[in-house]
Structures are given as structure tokens and as C-alpha cells.
């Protein structure tokens, strides 16, 4: 484990060299990620509309910026993502903003396909699910924790749904993007706390 750690965080970009890796391959006609696709590609170009707006609307609430501020050990967010997934489009803006208020995170992205191996060890029933969160210790790397794909009531939301209708559909992912509106963030970074808080 420690070795796939060291070798991801070579290639980890910040939220800013994200933002601009995925702009550059979106300005090639790109996607990020090893498969190539219309949809893939339009998934991206909505998700960078997204990941704007969200740069400048999600604010944090005082009491999480308290808990943020009051860490007092250092830490390493490590986010396994890609430009095409909607739930990291609604997910790494608000990780960015919990990480601006507070001087012991130190917030880093990697590109899911990129990093096979990584993947393989945090699997959400099987699945290669994203965003995933990985909180390690600053110093030795070790890890600490994990979070995601996404929040609970969002992954509610998609489970009834496969669950009624068998599939997760555009109407499906229609809804999820309007949860995700609602919350304003809220739920993210409450759940992303209440693990910080444990260690």
C-alpha cells in the first residue's frame, strides 16, 4: 500500500492543475480517463460549467470552518477522480473550499485511470467508484481513513432508484444533480468531518 500511496502522490495534481488538466483535454476534444467517448465528453464539458459555478457558490458554514480550524495534526487529502464524473464535478469544489480553512490539510487530486492500483484498494462494493476520498497521516502517509463516492443520502437516492427501476438512467442522474443543488454541500462536508473528528 505504501508504495501504490507514494507512487500516486508523483502523480498528484493540485485542485488548480486539476482543473487545468481536465480544461486543456476538454480544448483537445478529450476526456480524461483511458476510454474515449461522446458522452464522456460531454459529461466533462457540463461538469466544467459545474465545477465553476460551484467554485463560486459553495461557501462552508462556521461551525465546520471551527472544526477545521481546531485539526491539530496535518493532513494529506488524497482524491481518486476523473473530468467526466458528475459526482467528483459536485464533490472536489467543496473539498477545496473545507481545505482553504485549514492551514493541515494539504488537498491533492489523481486521476483514477492513471492509478489502477490505488483504485483496487478502496473499491465501494466492488466497484470502482468516484470520487474517493483518502485521508492520510502528512508525514508517514499512512492511512488514516476514507469517504465516498458519494454522500448518503445521494447514495440512497441512486440505490431506490436502480432498485425501482433497474438502471441509473439520465433521469436518474437528473435527479441526483438536483439533490446535489439542495444540499449546497452540506452533507459532504458534514460526513467528511465526522471522519476527520475520529482520528
Not at 36 to 57: G, I, P, W
Not at 76 to 100: F, R, T, Y
Request: net charge negative; hydrophobic share 40%; with cysteine.
Amino acid at each position: 500500500m505504501k508504495n501504490l500511496i507514494e507512487s500516486s502522490l508523483q502523480n498528484s495534481y493540485s485542485y488548480l492543475e486539476y482543473r487545468k488538466k481536465v480544461s486543456d483535454l476538454l480544448a483537445d476534444g478529450k476526456s480524461s480517463g483511458n476510454e474515449q467517448s461522446e458522452d464522456l465528453l460531454h459529461y466533462s464539458q457540463l461538469n466544467e460549467v459545474r465545477m465553476n459555478r460551484l467554485d463560486k457558490t459553495i461557501s462552508v458554514p462556521e461551525s465546520i470552518q471551527k472544526q477545521l480550524g481546531n485539526l491539530d495534526k496535518e493532513y494529506l487529502w488524497l482524491v481518486l477522480a476523473e473530468g467526466w464524473c458528475g459526482d467528483a464535478a459536485q464533490l472536489l469544489p467543496i473539498m477545496q473550499k473545507m481545505s482553504v480553512f485549514s492551514p493541515k490539510i494539504d488537498f491533492k487530486i489523481v486521476f483514477r485511470d492513471e492509478n489502477e492500483g490505488l483504485m483496487q484498494e478502496f473499491l465501494t462494493n466492488g466497484a470502482r467508484a468516484i470520487p474517493k476520498l483518502i485521508i492520510l497521516d502528512v508525514e508517514t502517509h499512512q492511512v488514516l481513513g476514507a469517504w465516498g463516492p458519494r454522500p448518503e443520502a445521494a447514495a440512497r437516492l441512486i440505490k431506490e432508484y436502480k432498485a425501482k427501476y433497474g438502471v441509473v438512467n439520465e433521469e436518474a442522474k437528473t435527479e441526483l444533480q438536483k439533490w446535489y443543488l439542495n444540499d449546497k454541500g452540506l452533507s459532504t462536508m458534514e460526513e467528511i468531518m465526522k471522519v476527520m473528528l475520529l482520528f
